[in-house]
């Protein structure tokens, strides 16, 4: 996206790139239309629900069936059989908590401030963010219904309806899903993986035959790079797939994503083609036909690396080659067909990250967001103000790890709060209400306003929040009494209230122990460098259980940081100042380099289970000593590789390379001298090596023009 920006914003000026932008970003896609139906469907039921048996917090149960109507079947029950955990969770610690502290305004105090802490500690060191965020976010709309001065039976029931309200939703929500996928049959991670790769395919046909590019093709290819792969990380980060399968579908997916970019830039140049490379083109168009149908039939793409070609052609066909042939990689270690059968594991996931009580970040992070919570807590209450009580949500909903994350949220959920509540809300409430005098009516103008909310909210994860935060402010207006509302107080009290959360959060949140994005993003890829390190290391203990444990622990924690580093690059684009352009090259340089290192990653696994000798990787000793001293001289290019991207090593040629590159084909000649018979093993050597090698010559490359984290160069 910074790419298709910026030459956007040096020629056309700011609004001519916001309109050409929104364009692409409202445009119709194939399914949106579909997806916004189902949107639609289970949140006007929902809505109709609560007003027809007067049901409290019947605003919160719409939004949530409008959010949650968005995923898959399996992601959906596994989300209901969680959030209904989080919420029974939540709704028993309000009412015993608060019922222990209700007699005690100082006590209770206390118990709110804690409990914000303990919510955004939970943010931060739960793997299921998802999970968290409803539990939080039941226990903060609960907190001013104990502030009330009512019967504690009136409390205790208003917070079983919070319960009861949001359960209903999630479970309306999966009997539609489960409806729907009764009727479809279609798989949300793959798909959509098969999809981009038939878009770059078409790109290359077209052309390898000498035409032109459709102006379907190039809308796709741009609509898919403006997406990219966000949604496809988090279904793979929500499911239950086996560790081995997320781990392997996240190299696919990242490597489909750079396929896709790299295939939009080469469109959108018009980079001209000789008749001597267009065989290359045909070539490389079959070859992602053929992978295309390999994952389209859970069949696992044989290794068939591209030939060098002496056929001259562009630099950008270069890279989607070494691409693609990347594409097999991820599987190396896989030998039965069944492997895209989702893993139904009985053990669950672990809930916690393993370092939750010893990383300083979980605690940092609690005590940014509850400071900035509390000090909105103090202010409505001080002020007699609770209609101002979404100032407390909205430090929740926009609490994310960095600041340019955070900033994206801020900025959306505000807009959303200014469109949904001032905009339309005071359109409607002033021209439509007032002529409303029945439920069939108002179901009418829900549904046109949820159908805009929910456009919105399909569109790209840099715009999506917005349609949410629209539909969040008009059901706060409209449904939180059974009436017809036409206050315009209710309106002007949401939008204050997320000012106050806005401000709370750059006071405290922002100000307070804050990571710009670029900085944090260079510190998780250069530590994804070590930890490749020390995973080329393992295993390191002569126990066999002990290492079984270590090398998934370890596993864990790069997947994790790799996922964030992609993260961090989409928070970049959303933070401003001296080190803006800085930050963007150097997004756009990692950004190049993630699917490398993910498939580098899948590759180290498979080379450790020889290491290790397990069933079927089994090595004589001879070999395996051959390939503990590649491996180890791999692990210090790595190290030297994290050094000198983290400007601490020197400039110039890393002699390693020819190190790693001599200990290889030492290895090489130890297994022919053993004999036939592992030439698989063979090949994963020499394409990892390729692949390490590859990284390194571009992470080197590019260490005179990178930005460094002061803004010099060397």
């Known amino acids: 996206m910074a790419a298709l920006a910026q030459p956007m914003l040096n020629s056309n000026g700011w609004g001519q790139w916001l309109w050409q932008w929104l364009k692409v970003e409202l445009a119709p896609y194939p399914g949106r ?79 709110v401030a804690a409990s914000l802490f303990l919510i955004f500690f939970l943010l931060s060191a739960t793997k299921n963010y998802g999970v968290a965020a409803r539990f939080g976010y039941l226990v903060a709309i609960t907190i001013p219904l104990w502030d009330r001065q009512i019967p504690a039976e009136a409390r205790v029931e ?87 399968y997320a781990q392997q579908m996240g190299a696919v997916v990242a490597l489909a994503g750079r396929l896709v970019d790299i295939a939009a830039n080469f469109a959108r ?29 859970s069949v696992i793409p044989l290794r068939d690396p591209l030939c060098e070609s002496p056929a001259p052609g562009p630099e950008m066909l270069d890279e989607l080659e070494k691409t693609v042939s990347l594409i097999p990689e991820a ?14 594991r009985e053990d669950l996931p672990p809930v916690l990250f393993s370092d939750i009580l010893t990383n300083a970040e979980h605690i940092k992070f609690g005590l940014r967001g509850a400071l900035a919570a509390t000090a909105c807590y103090v202010i409505y209450n001080a002020l007699f103000w609770s209609e101002v009580s979404t100032a407390v949500t909205t ?24 469109v949904g509540g001032l905009g339309v809300g005071l359109t409607v409430q002033v021209f439509i209400l007032p002529y409303i005098d029945s439920i069939v009516g108002f179901t009418v103008l829900f549904v046109v306003v ?35 509302q036409t206050s315009l107080t209710v309106g002007r009290d949401r939008v204050i209230g997320i000012l106050l959360g806005l401000f709370m959060m750059w006071l405290f ?40 444990e270590r090398s998934y622990r370890l596993r864990e924690t790069i997947q994790v940081h790799l996922d964030k580093v992609r993260s961090l690059g989409d928070g970049v684009l959303f933070e401003f100042g001296p080190s803006r352009q800085r930050d963007l090259a150097l997004r756009a340089l990692i950004r190049t380099w993630q699917p490398q290192l993910r ?107 990178s930005p460094s984290p002061d803004g010099t160069t060397p």
């Not at 430090?395 to 807009?415: I, M, Y």
Request: with cysteine.
């Open 269 to 297: 140049l018009a980079t001209p083609v000789s008749e001597e490379a267009r065989s290359r083109i045909d070539s490389l168009a079959g070859r992602i036909a053929t992978i295309r149908d390999n994952l389209k039939n």
């Open 599 to 705: 498939a580098l990653f899948i590759m180290r696994i498979a080379l450790w289970k020889y290491r290790v000798g397990l069933p079927g990787f089994e090595l004589p000793e001879t070999i395996r000593s051959r390939q503990r001293a590649y491996d180890e001289s791999s692990a210090q290019l790595l190290e030297e590789l994290a050094d000198r991207f983290d400007r601490n090593g020197p400039c110039g040629e890393i002699n390693l390379m020819d190190h790693s590159q001599m200990l290889l084909q030492l290895t090489l000649q130890q297994i022919q001298t053993e004999g036939s018979g592992r030439d698989s093993y063979a090949a994963l050597l020499r394409n990892t090596n390729k692949v390490m090698t590859s990284l390194a010559t571009e992470i080197v490359s590019s260490r005179a023009e």
């Open 158 to 244: 208003g917070t079983l309806w919070a319960v009861g309200a949001l359960t209903m939703a999630i479970a309306i929500g999966l009997l539609l899903e489960a409806g729907l996928a009764a009727i479809r049959k279609e798989n949300d991670l793959m798909d959509p993986v098969t999809e981009r790769l038939a878009c770059v395919e078409e790109l290359l046909r077209a052309y390898a035959n000498d035409r032109p590019v459709s102006a379907a093709n190039q809308a796709a290819l741009e609509r898919f790079s403006m997406l990219g792969t966000s949604r496809l990380r988090r279904i793979l980060h929500r499911s239950g797939y086996g560790p081995q």
């Open 450 to 484: 949820a159908s805009g909310a929910a456009w919105i909210a399909t569109a790209s994860p840099r715009l999506s929040y917005l349609g949410v935060q629209v539909a969040v402010a008009f059901c706060l207006i409209n449904l939180q009494e059974f009436t017809i």
């Open 331 to 344: 599987f190396v270690d896989s030998t039965s067909t069944t492997l895209f059968a989702p893993s139904s």
């Open 509 to 548: 949140f922002d100000q307070l122990w804050s990571v710009p994005a670029g900085v944090e993003m260079r510190r998780a890829f250069v530590s994804n460098l070590r930890l490749l390190a020390q995973g080329a290391r393992e295993p390191v203990s002569a126990d066999a259980r002990t290492a079984m």
């Open 33 to 111: 239309y579909v997806l916004v139906a189902r949107m639609v469907g289970a949140s006007t039921l929902v809505m109709v629900l609560s007003m027809t048996f007067r049901l409290p917090y019947g605003a919160y149960a719409a939004v949530y069936a409008l959010v949650l109507s968005r995923e898959s079947l399996v992601e959906t029950a596994s989300a209901v059989r969680m959030m209904t955990i989080g919420y029974a969770l939540a709704g028993g610690y309000a009412i015993v908590g608060a019922m222990l502290v209700a007699g005690d305004p100082m006590l209770r105090f206390f118990w």
């Open 395 to 418: 430090c929740l909903l926009t609490a994310l790890t960095t600041v340019g994350a955070s900033r994206q949220k801020q900025v959306l959920r505000f807009a959303g709060a200014l």
